[in-house]
């Protein structure tokens, strides 16, 4: 698992991704600047019949099968949804990362129990081992840091470890797990550690996309299409990867995003400043981590401030700021119809979206 790899592999891994993103979005313009739409259309039905065998894909299906410890997943398991790791026992990891609602939450940013209203929406945890960074502005670089900084963070779960460890100490049934799964029983490293082996078991493989990676007749000619525009306008520049994303940061509007709302809060000095928070580097700002989309369908609304409600939406949106283009509604369609094969299996059954509740 990437969270796992020596850090020379993690950065040559990484520059692989960005020279094989960086491949097809030059192939993108050599088409935008070449040929016309109609022409665009012919490329992508001659390629229609399977995976391009002129050319490595861009994203590659996730493994089909689990490897992390069965022991430290029940116990991280356990962990996650329990509300002791929360200071007033009112949350735990699943009160925003919901498995009815594609490991989010369903709403446009997060929101605590008691109403207060976080500042970004929530990422999905499904595929989370295969990112390279964590949070939207990829403050956290391993699945242990991210999770003690959402336990610590006074905003959020508000915890401290040594009332976190009393308490868990205090349930004979937590000892006894940690100390079959650890030498040294339950401490806060191993209480880190099963989280994050919990964490990389939940993957979503054998979606329709990866099957028709695998060489399987899984789509159809309107989604063939749709990942053909994906590939040609650039989008896998960004959107790559055994994940489909969450290994690179850009910036959010390349191109202006002409949002009012968004210029009013650039105005007010409200707008999120992204990776800037963190570096501190002026190059950072309104710069986010590139998220995954697998399983994108189930996870509106979309971007960093949920203010894409549909998929449509989002299309067209990461298509005017992010490339320039403006798609017409068929584009959209079929780009949308292709992003829906995305949609994987957790523990052998597909995923779907809860119905919407009232908000």
């Given at each position: 698992m990437p969270a796992r790899m020596p850090i020379k592999q993690r950065v040559e891994t990484k520059r692989g991704l960005l020279l094989l993103g960086l491949l097809w979005l030059l192939e993108a313009l050599v088409l935008s600047?070449?040929?016309?739409?109609?022409?665009?259309?012919?490329?992508?039905?001659?390629?229609?019949?399977?995976?391009?065998?002129?050319?490595?894909?861009?994203?590659?299906?996730?493994?089909?099968?689990?490897?992390?410890?069965?022991?430290?997943?029940?116990?991280?398991?356990?962990?996650?949804?329990?509300?002791?790791?929360?200071?007033?026992?009112?949350?735990?990891?699943?009160?925003?990362?919901?498995?009815?609602?594609g490991g989010a939450d369903g709403l446009p940013v997060a929101k605590r129990p008691d109403g207060t209203v976080l500042s970004r929406n929530t990422p999905t945890i499904f595929n989370v081992g295969f990112n390279y960074f964590f949070n939207w502005d990829g403050s956290a670089d391993t699945l242990e840091t991210h999770a003690e900084r959402l336990m610590l963070n006074p905003n959020v779960m508000d915890a401290n470890w040594p009332e976190l460890l009393e308490r868990l100490r205090a349930d004979s049934s937590y000892s006894a797990a940690f100390k079959a799964a650890y030498a040294d029983g339950l401490n806060k490293a191993n209480v880190l550690d099963a989280m994050a082996a919990y964490e990389r078991s939940l993957n979503t493989p054998n979606s329709r996309f990866d099957q028709y990676?695998?060489?399987?007749?899984?789509?159809?000619?309107?989604?063939?299409?749709?990942?053909?525009?994906?590939?040609?306008?650039?989008?896998?520049?960004?959107?790559?990867?055994?994940?489909?994303?969450?290994?690179?940061?850009?910036?959010?509007?390349?191109?202006?995003?002409?949002?009012?709302?968004?210029?009013?809060?650039?105005?007010?000095?409200?707008?999120?400043p992204g990776r800037f928070q963190v570096t501190r580097i002026e190059r950072d700002r309104y710069v986010f981590?590139?998220?995954?989309?697998?399983?994108?369908?189930?996870?509106?609304?979309?971007?960093?401030?949920?203010?894409?409600?549909?998929?449509?939406?989002?299309?067209?949106?990461?298509?005017?700021?992010?490339?320039?283009?403006?798609?017409?509604?068929?584009?959209?369609?079929?780009?949308?119809?292709?992003?829906?094969?995305?949609?994987?299996?957790?523990?052998?059954?597909?995923?779907?979206?809860?119905?919407?509740?009232?908000?």
């Open positions: 600047a070449g040929v016309g739409h109609s022409a665009r259309f012919a490329v992508a039905s001659q390629q229609q019949a399977g995976p391009d065998a002129a050319m490595p894909e861009p994203i590659e299906p996730l493994p089909l099968t689990d490897t992390e410890n069965p022991a430290k997943t029940a116990l991280g398991e356990r962990l996650f949804g329990d509300v002791r790791l929360s200071r007033d026992q009112s949350m735990s990891c699943l009160t925003c990362h919901q498995f009815d609602r990676l695998r060489r399987q007749e899984a789509l159809t000619e309107a989604e063939r299409r749709g990942y053909q525009l994906f590939k040609s306008y650039g989008c896998v520049a960004c959107h790559q990867g055994i994940n489909i994303g969450g290994n690179i940061f850009q910036r959010f509007g390349i191109f202006p995003y002409l949002s009012a709302s968004t210029e009013a809060d650039e105005a007010s000095g409200l707008a999120d981590r590139v998220p995954s989309l697998r399983n994108v369908a189930l996870t509106a609304p979309y971007f960093h401030d949920g203010k894409a409600a549909t998929l449509e939406a989002a299309v067209d949106t990461m298509a005017r700021v992010q490339l320039g283009k403006t798609l017409t509604p068929e584009e959209i369609g079929s780009i949308v119809s292709f992003l829906h094969t995305l949609t994987g299996e957790y523990r052998g059954r597909p995923l779907a979206a809860s119905a919407p509740e009232p908000r």
